[in-house]
C-alpha cells in the first residue's frame, strides 16, 4: 500500500514519447530528473505531473467560470495520485511588456511606492528647497507672528504664467463679490467688460483681503474666513503681500515650493508609478525612451538624387502629389530631382525633413510672367513620426519604426517618471535612483536607511523596509546581485527570470506546494550554483516538494533523489532506467552514470589551435557595465568568454561586437552599445548568431520548414512523372496554402472539437486520417513514399531515403550531426524542447555553405543538453573551426570551457563591480589566474594535467 502523504504516484504516462511508464516521485524532498535532450524529461515534469496539477485546479471552479478560462486538455496519464497543488516556475513566463521590470515583477517597487508616497520629504524641482505644507491654523498663526501691525493683501492665485484675456474670469471673480484683482504684480479694481492682452502670459490673483494684522480677536476672527477663502478660490494655495513690497509669500494645504509657490498633489503609491498617468513621464508615457526620426535612414546614400529613389521611404520617383510637392521645393531653393543629395541647400532640406508653408513667385522665362507657386508639405520626418504614434496597424508603425532610431526620452531622461514624483527624496535618493542601484547596492542603501530616518518617518517606514529586505535577501541567494530594479523583464535571459520567479516564490512562504522547476542553472556561474541549490533546499525544508529537470553534476549530486529518463532521445527514450538516491545512479549503466562517475567524460584536446595569426580589435567599449575595455578576438580559432552572471558577457557580445558586425556585413540597423572603435573586419566575410529564442511558435512551424529542406523536398514530388503530368507546382505540397491540403483541417492534420464545459478535445481529422494532404496531392509518390510519409520519417530515416539527393542530403546530414536524428521531419516545433530548437538552428547554419571565414557567435550553446549531447556538439563546433572559422560561445558550462583555444574571462564580480577583462589566454593559462572565479572550477575540470602547445 503506497502512502500518498510521502509520494507522488504516477501511472501510465504516455505524453509525447513516454512509454506507458509508471513513477513514484517521493515528497517533501529535491528531486532531479535528468537524461539526454529530447529523452522525456519535460514530458513527465511539465506536460503530465504539472499539466494534471493545473487542470485539477481549474476543475474546482463553476462551470460558469471553466468557460471562460477555457479547459485545459488532460494528459494522457491513466492516474497520478499524491499531487499538490503545482507551481511551475520555467524559463518562457516572464512579460515580454517594456513596462514589466525587475522591479516590479518581485515586488520590490511596489513597496519603493508605499515608502516614498508615506515617508518621503518632497523638495521643488525650481529652487530645490524642501516642500512645505501648513493646516489654516499654522498659517493662520504665522501671518500673525510673521507680520504683526503690517498692513497686508490675501491673495488667492487663479491663474500663473498663462495667456488669455480672461474677459469672463474677472466677470466671474466680479460675481463672487470681489472687487479688486492683482495681474503681473499690479493690484487693480475690477472695471466692466475688462480684458487683457491676449498674447502675454499673465499671473493673475484674486484680492481676498486687506487688513493690518494686530492680535485682536476680531481681526482672528476675520483672518480665519479670508484664510478659508482664498484656499477655496486659489486651489488650495494663498499668498501673502505686505504692503510696499514686490514679492507675495506663498501658503498651501498641499507640498508647496517656499519660494515659488509651485505645489504637488499630496502623494500617493500612483505617484511613484511608471504605469500609472499619475506618475508616468508625459512625454514617454513612463516607456523611457521615445522613437525619434533617423535623417541617415531616411537618406541612407547622399550620393543618390530624389529621382532616382535618394529618400529611402519614398522609392524612386513616381507622377504623385509628394513629388509635386518636392519640385515645387526644388523651384523655390534652386535644385533638380536629378540633383545628387548632398548638393541640396541646407534650408532646403529642412523642409523636405520638417515641412514647411509659405508662397512665392517665378518669373517664367518662356511666357515673360509671373507665376505664383505655394509650399504646402508636412514633411517626411514629421510624416513618419506621426504615422508611428497615430497609426492603426501594426505594419504600418512596423514601417514608420524602419526609419526611426529609439533613444531615452529627453524629458525624463530614462527614469519613466514625471518631475514631480523624482523630486521626492528618502534618504538623499529619489526611487529612479534606487531602481538604477545593483540589488547589492540596494540592500547596503536600506541596511543603512534606518539610521538617516528619524522620528515618524521612521516608524511610517519600519516595515515597509522591513518586506523590502526580506524581498531583496531572496533575490542575493539566488545570485542575481548584480540586477537593477529598473531592468526590462524581456532583457533577463532564461535561468534569470527563473530564479528571479524562485526568490518570489521563496517570499511567499507557501507550504505543501510541489515546484516544478526547468534548468534554472542555465545562465549561472558554478561559483554561484551552491547559493542556487540552497535556496531550493530551503524551499524543500519549509514543506514543499521541489522537482527539477536539470542536467548540472552539482544539482545531481546533491538531490535526496533521482530520476534518469533514456535510454536515449526522441523514440528511443521514453523510459525510466534509473531511479533513486545520487549513489545509486552511479551503480547503473547509463549515459548519465558514467558520466558523473568519470567512466566516461568529454576528452580535453590534446593541444590548442594556433589560429590563423589575424585578430578582431574592438576598443573603449563602455556599455552598461563595461568599463572602457579593448578586446582582442583570434580568429581561426574557439574562444570561449567566461564569467560570473551579470560580469558583462552579453552587453560585450550580444549587444556590442554583433550589432557592429551585423550592420556591417549585412546592414543591420540594432544600434550597438558604446565603443570607440573597431579593427579586423576585413578578416572574415559574414557572422552567424545562434541564439536561445523558439523556431516556431505555431504548430504548423516544424524542422522540415524551419531548415528550409521542405522546399526541396516539394520541388523533388513536383519532379516525378506523374506530378508533371497533372501540372503540380510546388505549392501543392504544402499544408499552408489552399490547393494541395485537406480543407477540413486545414492542412493540420487534427480538427479542434469544442465541448461546452469541458477542455476542447483535439481529434484525428478524419478526412485525411492525420495526414494533412486530400486525397490527390496523396497519390504522388517518390520511391513509393507521399509527401505525408516524408513528414512522418525520423531525420535518420531520411538521409538514408535522400541520399542521392545532395541538396536534401546535406541538411538532413547536419540536423543528423547535431544530435537530432531521432526527431521526425513533419515535428511540431512547440513540442521541441529548448536544446533541440538551438541545435535545429546550428544545423540550419551549418548546413549552408560556408567561406572559412565565418565568425559563428553562440550563446550558451549547452542549455537543455546532457553531458552526450554536449559531446556531439563540441565535435560539430570543432570541425567548423578545422576549417577555418571562428566559433565564440559565451558559456559557462566547464566541459565546453576546458575545450576552447582561447578564453576572454571578464569579471571580478557581476553588475557595477564587473565589466573588465580579468584574464584571457589559453584554458590552462587561464587555470593560473588568482583573481578569476572561472579559473578555481577550470583548475578542477583539466585536472592540470600537462598540455602541448
Not at 66 to 89: M, T, W
Not at 320 to 344: C, H, M, V
Not at 609 to 615: L, P, S, T, V
Not at 688 to 708: E, F, H, K, L, M
Amino acid at each position: 500500500m503506497i502512502n500518498y502523504e510521502e509520494n507522488i504516484e504516477v501511472k501510465g504516462a504516455r505524453v509525447h514519447n513516454l512509454k506507458d511508464i509508471d513513477v513514484t516521485i517521493p515528497r517533501e524532498k529535491l528531486v532531479v530528473i535528468t537524461g539526454l535532450s529530447g529523452s522525456g524529461k519535460s514530458s513527465l515534469a511539465f506536460d503530465t505531473i504539472y499539466a494534471e496539477g493545473q487542470r485539477r485546479y481549474i476543475e474546482t471552479f463553476s462551470a460558469y467560470a471553466r468557460q471562460f478560462l477555457g479547459g485545459l486538455e488532460r494528459p494522457d496519464v491513466d492516474k497520478i495520485d499524491g499531487l499538490s497543488p503545482v507551481i511551475a516556475i520555467e524559463q518562457k513566463t516572464t512579460s515580454k511588456s517594456p513596462r514589466s521590470t525587475v522591479g516590479t515583477i518581485t515586488e520590490i517597487y511596489d513597496f519603493l511606492r508605499l515608502l516614498f508616497a508615506r515617508a518621503g520629504d518632497a523638495y521643488s524641482y525650481n529652487t530645490g528647497e524642501k516642500m512645505v505644507s501648513y493646516s489654516d491654523d499654522q498659517i493662520k498663526s504665522l501671518i500673525k507672528s510673521d507680520y504683526e501691525d503690517k498692513k497686508i493683501n490675501i491673495l488667492a492665485p487663479v491663474i500663473k504664467s498663462r495667456k488669455g484675456h480672461y474677459r469672463e474670469l474677472f466677470e466671474q471673480i466680479a460675481k463672487q463679490g470681489f472687487v479688486k484683482v492683482r495681474i503681473d504684480g499690479e493690484i487693480t479694481d475690477i472695471v466692466k467688460g475688462m480684458k487683457i492682452d491676449r498674447y502675454k502670459t499673465h499671473d493673475i490673483e484674486i484680492v481676498v483681503d486687506r487688513l493690518k494684522v494686530n492680535p485682536s480677536e476680531e481681526i482672528d476672527k476675520r483672518l480665519t474666513e479670508s484664510i478659508n477663502t482664498a484656499m477655496y478660490s486659489g486651489g488650495d494655495v494663498l499668498m501673502v503681500l505686505e504692503e510696499g513690497l514686490e514679492e507675495a509669500r506663498y501658503f498651501s494645504r498641499n507640498l508647496m515650493c517656499p519660494t515659488t509657490g509651485i505645489s504637488y498633489p499630496v502623494p500617493e503609491p500612483n505617484t511613484f508609478s511608471f504605469n500609472s498617468p499619475k506618475g508616468m513621464c508625459p512625454n514617454c508615457n513612463g516607456l523611457g525612451h521615445v522613437y525619434q526620426v533617423n535623417e541617415k535612414k531616411i537618406f541612407p546614400n547622399k550620393k543618390l538624387s530624389i529621382k532616382s529613389g535618394g529618400i529611402a521611404p519614398l522609392g524612386a520617383y513616381k507622377n504623385s502629389w509628394a513629388f509635386k510637392q518636392i519640385q515645387t521645393i526644388g523651384q523655390r531653393y534652386n535644385f533638380e530631382l536629378t540633383d545628387p543629395i548632398k548638393k541640396i541647400p541646407e534650408e532646403a532640406m529642412q523642409i523636405l525633413l520638417y515641412g514647411g508653408n509659405e508662397s512665392f513667385e517665378v518669373n517664367s522665362k518662356t511666357l515673360g510672367v509671373k507665376r505664383t507657386y505655394k509650399i504646402d508639405y508636412e514633411g517626411i520626418a514629421n510624416f513618419i513620426s506621426n504615422q508611428y504614434k497615430e497609426a492603426g496597424t501594426t505594419s504600418i508603425k512596423r514601417w514608420a519604426k524602419e526609419y526611426m532610431d529609439k533613444v531615452a526620452c529627453p524629458e525624463c531622461e530614462g527614469s519613466r517618471l514625471r518631475k514631480e514624483s523624482l523630486n521626492f527624496k528618502v534618504g538623499e535618493k529619489n526611487i529612479a535612483e534606487l531602481a538604477n542601484l545593483d540589488i547589492a547596492e540596494l540592500a547596503a542603501f536600506f541596511e543603512d536607511l534606518g539610521n538617516k530616518l528619524k522620528g515618524n518617518q521612521l516608524k511610517i517606514a519600519e516595515e515597509i523596509i522591513k518586506e523590502i529586505k526580506t524581498r531583496i535577501k531572496f533575490l542575493l541567494d539566488v545570485g542575481l546581485d548584480y540586477l537593477s530594479l529598473n531592468r526590462s523583464s524581456k532583457s533577463l535571459s532564461g535561468g534569470e527570470a527563473q530564479r528571479i520567479r524562485l526568490a518570489t516564490q521563496i517570499g511567499s512562504q507557501l507550504v505543501g506546494v510541489l515546484y516544478i522547476l526547468d534548468e534554472p542553472s542555465i545562465g549561472l556561474h558554478q561559483r554561484d550554483n551552491n547559493r542556487l541549490i540552497h535556496s531550493l533546499q530551503s524551499l524543500r525544508d519549509i514543506g514543499n516538494s521541489v522537482i527539477v529537470v536539470e542536467h548540472d553534476r552539482d544539482m545531481i549530486e546533491q538531490a535526496d533523489y533521482v530520476i534518469d529518463i533514456g535510454p536515449r532521445a526522441g523514440k528511443h527514450g521514453g523510459e525510466i532506467i534509473s531511479e533513486g538516491p545520487p549513489e545509486d545512479l552511479k551503480k547503473h549503466n547509463t549515459l548519465t552514470a558514467d558520466y558523473i562517475s568519470g567512466k566516461k567524460e568529454i576528452a580535453i584536446p590534446q593541444n590548442r589551435r594556433e589560429g590563423n595569426g589575424k585578430i578582431i580589435r574592438l576598443s573603449g567599449c563602455s556599455g552598461n557595465n563595461l568599463k572602457n575595455i579593448t578586446v582582442q578576438f583570434p580568429l581561426g580559432k574557439m574562444i570561449g568568454v567566461t564569467g560570473v552572471s551579470g560580469s558583462g558577457k552579453s552587453t560585450l557580445i550580444n549587444e556590442t561586437l554583433y550589432p557592429i558586425m551585423n550592420a556591417h556585413y549585412f546592414n543591420g540597423v540594432k544600434k550597438p552599445m558604446p565603443y570607440k572603435k573597431i579593427e579586423g573586419l576585413e578578416f572574415i566575410d559574414k557572422v552567424i548568431d545562434i541564439n536561445q529564442s523558439p523556431i516556431g511558435r505555431t504548430p504548423r512551424s516544424n524542422p522540415a520548414t524551419y531548415t528550409g529542406v521542405f522546399s526541396e523536398i516539394r520541388s523533388l514530388f513536383t519532379k516525378t512523372p506523374e506530378a508533371a503530368i497533372r501540372g503540380y507546382k510546388p505549392g501543392r505540397f504544402s499544408f499552408n496554402v489552399k490547393g494541395g491540403r485537406c480543407e477540413t483541417c486545414q492542412g493540420g492534420g487534427l480538427r479542434v472539437i469544442e465541448m461546452n464545459f469541458l477542455p476542447d478535445v483535439y481529434v484525428e481529422c478524419e478526412t485525411c486520417n492525420g495526414k494533412r494532404f486530400n486525397r490527390e496531392t496523396l497519390e504522388i509518390r517518390y520511391k513509393g513514399k507521399s509527401i505525408a510519409d516524408v513528414l512522418e520519417m525520423t531525420i535518420n530515416e531520411a538521409v538514408g531515403f535522400f541520399e542521392a539527393i545532395p541538396k536534401i542530403y546535406r541538411k538532413l546530414k547536419t540536423i543528423q550531426d547535431v544530435g537530432l536524428g531521432y526527431i521526425s521531419l513533419g515535428q511540431q516545433s512547440t513540442t521541441l524542447s529548448g536544446g533541440e530548437a538551438q541545435r535545429i538552428k546550428l544545423a540550419t547554419e551549418l548546413s549552408k555553405r560556408d567561406t572559412g571565414n565565418t565568425f559563428y557567435i553562440l550563446d550558451e550553446p549547452t542549455t537543455g543538453l546532457h553531458f552526450e549531447d554536449i559531446r556531439v556538439l563540441m565535435e560539430v563546433l570543432n570541425r567548423l573551426v578545422d576549417k577555418g572559422n571562428t566559433v565564440l560561445v559565451i558559456e559557462h558550462n566547464m566541459d565546453v570551457i576546458k575545450m576552447v583555444d582561447y578564453i576572454i574571462d571578464i569579471g571580478y564580480e557581476g553588475g557595477r563591480a564587473g565589466g573588465m577583462i580579468v584574464a584571457k589566454g589559453t584554458p590552462e593559462e587561464i587555470a593560473n589566474e588568482e583573481k578569476s572565479y572561472t579559473a578555481h572550477y577550470l583548475k578542477k575540470e583539466l585536472h592540470m594535467a600537462p598540455v602541448d602547445h
